[in-house]
């Protein structure tokens, strides 16, 4: 709801690379890219390799100019059209963007994609755990693997997973379906920290979900809150290999969870004068 829109200049603040610096300045950082990296390197048995197209990264903000968000997809769609061999694509996609004028910008983002590749390559996505899944993204994604802590610090084993999930795909070893369950539930002040009551049950759940056989990642957004849309709200999401009744199970199992928590009061918030109050007291 900002009214400072976020330009090219934040994005260049941010991150703005190509090509090879995709990697070298993002993957010794404990990033998702890097955990990607290392996953493809460990589980690509050699036979599969790494192109990487583009990286842009802003601080949180108003909504990206929508001609910047143009520009940025059309650099993206050209460096895949001008592979020679694509066998699979991982999106990192925060989830919840905005952009001047649009709705569901990471759904725009993720159909053009898929009508450049068409309807068979895999495409694995992964989110902040902040992301509000659409159905358009449910329905052009092949995987989607989210964070599971916030605050966030498992960037790279998320990239990992998603690498892990890709490299096993385009070999052929793996055959991932997969199940979003969309909630009409809200909870924001305070309520989505991993480690404390009451998500710290939501995401031992999620860890359980985990070690099923079958399972190859497991996911619950509880999106972030402030943004206006028709299909905001909290979603589960559950990959399996090949086994759609699994998926469907571990989904809604998981959605069970979220939506038991739904009568949890939130935490007391302060007014500013409070909060300016309270940061007096504890310096």
């Known amino acids: 709801f900002s009214p ?35 996953a493809i390197a460990e589980h690509g048995a050699g036979e599969v390799s790494v192109l990487p197209i583009l990286r842009a990264v802003a601080m949180s903000g108003g909504p990206v100019e929508r001609a910047v968000s143009e520009r940025l997809k059309a650099e993206l ?25 649009m709705r569901d910008p990471e759904g725009d983002l993720l ?20 992301a509000n899944v ?10 989607l693997v989210g964070y599971h802590t916030n605050p966030h610090r498992d960037f790279h084993r998320t990239g990992y997973e998603s690498g892990r999930i890709l490299a096993g795909t385009v070999r052929g070893k793996l055959h991932p379906v997969m199940t979003v369950r969309k909630m009409r539930l ?15 049950g939501v995401f031992r759940a999620v860890a359980k ?9 497991a996911s619950v957004f509880p999106v972030h809150i402030w943004i206006d849309d028709q299909e905001l709200g909290w979603s589960t999401v559950a990959v399996t290999d090949g086994d759609r009744e699994l998926a469907d199970r571990t989904a809604d199992t998981l959605a069970d969870a979220a939506w038991a928590i739904r009568d949890v009061p939130h ?11 309270e940061a007096k007291k504890r310096c």
């Not at 159909?111 to 755990?129: K, Q, T, W």
């Open 77 to 101: 769609l050209e460096g895949l059209a001008a592979a020679s061999r694509l066998d699979g694509i991982y999106l990192v996609l925060h989830g919840a963007m905005g952009v001047e004028g």
């Open 267 to 277: 935490p007391k918030s302060y007014t500013a004068e409070e909060a300016v109050a």
């Open 186 to 200: 809200l909870k924001g002040g305070g309520m989505n920290i991993d480690f404390l009551a009451p998500m710290n």
């Open 4 to 38: 400072v829109l976020t330009g090219l200049r934040d994005v260049e603040a941010g991150a703005l690379h190509y090509g090879a610096d995709v990697i070298a300045k993002a993957a010794p950082k404990g990033t998702a890219i890097g955990g990607f990296v290392q």
């Open 111 to 130: 159909s053009a994609v898929r009508e450049l590749v068409g309807p068979s390559l895999p495409i694995g996505i992964s989110h902040d755990l902040h």
């Open 209 to 217: 979900a985990e070690k099923q056989k079958g399972v190859l990642s």
């Open 134 to 143: 659409t159905r358009a993204r449910a329905e052009l994604a092949t995987f």
